[in-house]
Nanobody, 131 residues
Framework: DVQLVESGGGSVQTGGALRLSCAFSGAHYRGHCMGWFRQVPGKEREGVAGVYTGSGIGSGSTYVADSVKGRFTVSQDPVRNTLYLQMNSLKTEDTAMYYC?????????????????????WGQGTQVTVS
């Protein structure tokens, strides 16, 4: 089974930056849609960004939620089977548990790539606190 391990979370001041990493193992990395989500207690899990790792149509396509567009960047290293989320200009409202997720298929649309229901595998999460 796919295993996902997030790292890179922590505490940062408003305006600061963090880079999250997600290590993928247990299956062939290529061909998955990889996503970043975040959740605060009492609220639904929110899609932040995603990337399709497969080849052909949609290869390398990235998807970023409007709420973080211009501040967050999603990228990947297929050699290291690792997904990244670079977060700049952090705000207090970015405080949340951040999760990495994987789905063994190409997303049908950007909306699908940011829907938690679309994903099959989840990491344990890494906490990001902005103050």
């Amino acid at each position: 089974d796919v295993q996902l391990v997030e790292s890179g979370g922590g505490s940062v001041q408003t305006g600061g930056a963090l880079r999250l990493s997600c290590a993928f193992s247990g299956a062939h990395y290529r061909g998955h849609c990889m996503g970043w989500f975040r959740q605060v207690p009492g609220k639904e899990r929110e899609g932040v960004a995603g990337v399709y790792t497969g080849s052909g149509i949609g290869s390398g396509s990235t998807y970023v939620a409007d709420s973080v567009k211009g501040r967050f960047t999603v990228s990947q290293d297929p050699v290291r089977n690792t997904l990244y989320l670079q977060m700049n200009s952090l705000k207090t409202e970015d405080t949340a548990m951040y999760y990495c997720a994987a789905a063994p298929r190409a997303p049908m649309s950007a909306a699908f790539a940011l829907m938690p229901q679309y994903y099959n595998y989840w990491g344990q999460g890494t906490q990001v606190t902005v103050s």
